[in-house]
């Protein structure tokens, strides 16, 4: 079944670092550097563990009023955030002793806004729910991890993902948004081999609600990944104004570009290591967490990391009907030791080192 922990597959996070900047995901993923973050990443960090406490286990609202939901920030915000200057394990620089109270007004203004929207709502089948994919193409298996900030039913089977960016980008950017793409791929995914279902069967909803969610998964399972992928729906829910946007749904062109840039990243990426040159990207620099660490330089010290990836391309093979795992891991066979590598590539035959 091959060994689950040996690669680590691109999260929508590790996607948009590289996207951001070369430099940026050289200090993140490859020197690993730890940097304080700001009290706006602190507070959209808090506002997703509060959306997490919004239900009870058996779906209805655990708060009585707008106003009871946004005092509910005030203790975790004081006791555990503000008093350790610390979130989720990560270190917050204040600009000033009064920043953390500030932030938690606003915090708990857009807690207000959420509120009733959310209240109106049936709740989701499943929060902060983990997923590791591979996803099969020409040019070999790609794996995408990460977590599906709520997984819906309405007429369709959806992916809502939280925002906490005051700014609301245009349809032809969210049509364009590769996060949402992985988010398709890795629900389908997960409907195509048959695992959602198996999460459904242990869900403490009303049995109507259960059976309808069955039945839109099974009847979504006689299609292909892509087809799949392409009848779900996809939201974005704006937490600083509790809107929700529906985020045009995937197509055939959003696989194949996307497949395409992961492909050319790791490309490139090889490349990098054996370099130790990672293009800066100056535009980001202003909100860059690594900004009082990094020299606007391109050329990072140190001896190059003998390390490449064979990238010819090939015609991906085909995925068995067995291979598959509780873990929503789908994994391939491999009958050689392949290295341990800093991101995906399941396709290779042989590997340089």
């Not at 005030?74 to 200057?85: A, D, L, R, T």
């Not at 620089?93 to 708990?108: A, C, G, H, I, S």
């Not at 009907?321 to 509780?326: A, C, E, F, H, T």
Request: overall charge positive; some cysteine.
């Amino acid at each position: 079944m091959g060994n689950k922990s040996r690669y680590t597959g691109w999260s929508p996070s590790r996607w948009r670092a590289w996207q951001d900047c070369e430099k940026k995901y050289y200090f993140t993923y490859v020197k690993r550097a730890e940097v304080p973050i700001t009290a706006e990443m602190a507070a959209g960090l808090m506002r997703h563990m509060r959306m997490l406490q919004f239900y009870k286990e058996d779906g209805s609202p655990k708060y009585k009023s707008a106003e009871t939901f946004a005092n509910s920030v005030k203790g975790p915000w004081i006791i555990e955030v503000v008093e350790n200057s610390e979130i989720a394990g990560r270190k917050i620089k204040w600009r000033d002793p009064q920043e953390p109270y500030r932030t938690l007004e606003v915090m708990k203004r857009d807690l207000r806004a959420i509120y009733e929207p959310y209240s109106q709502e049936a709740p989701p089948l499943f929060t902060e729910q983990r997923f590791k994919v591979v996803i099969p193409s020409k040019s070999g298996y790609f794996c995408f991890v990460g977590r599906f900030d709520e997984i819906r039913l309405g007429e369709r089977l959806a992916v809502r993902d939280h925002k906490s960016g005051l700014l609301i980008p245009e349809p032809e950017e969210l049509a364009e948004n590769e996060q949402f793409t992985i988010y398709s791929l890795a629900l389908a995914s997960l409907i195509e081999n048959g695992n959602l279902e198996r999460m459904l069967h242990t869900l403490r909803r009303p049995e109507d609600v259960k059976e309808k969610a069955l039945g839109v998964a099974r009847e979504l399972r006689g299609l292909s990944l892509v087809e799949i992928a392409q009848n779900l729906d996809l939201e974005y829910h704006n937490m600083r104004t509790g809107g929700i946007i529906q985020v045009p749904r995937r197509t055939q062109e959003s696989f194949d570009s996307l497949i395409a840039k992961v492909s050319e990243a790791e490309r490139k990426i090889s490349e990098n290591y054996n370099s130790n040159i990672w293009q800066v990207n100056e535009d980001s620099c202003p909100k860059c967490v690594f900004a009082n660490i990094c020299d606007r330089k391109s050329q990072v010290m140190g001896e190059p990391t003998l390390f490449s990836l064979v990238n010819e391309s090939r015609i991906a093979q085909e995925v068995q009907d067995g291979l598959r795992s509780d873990s929503f891991y789908i994994p391939v066979k491999q009958k050689e030791k392949v290295p341990k590598l800093p991101f995906p590539r399941q396709s290779r035959k042989k590997v340089n080192v």
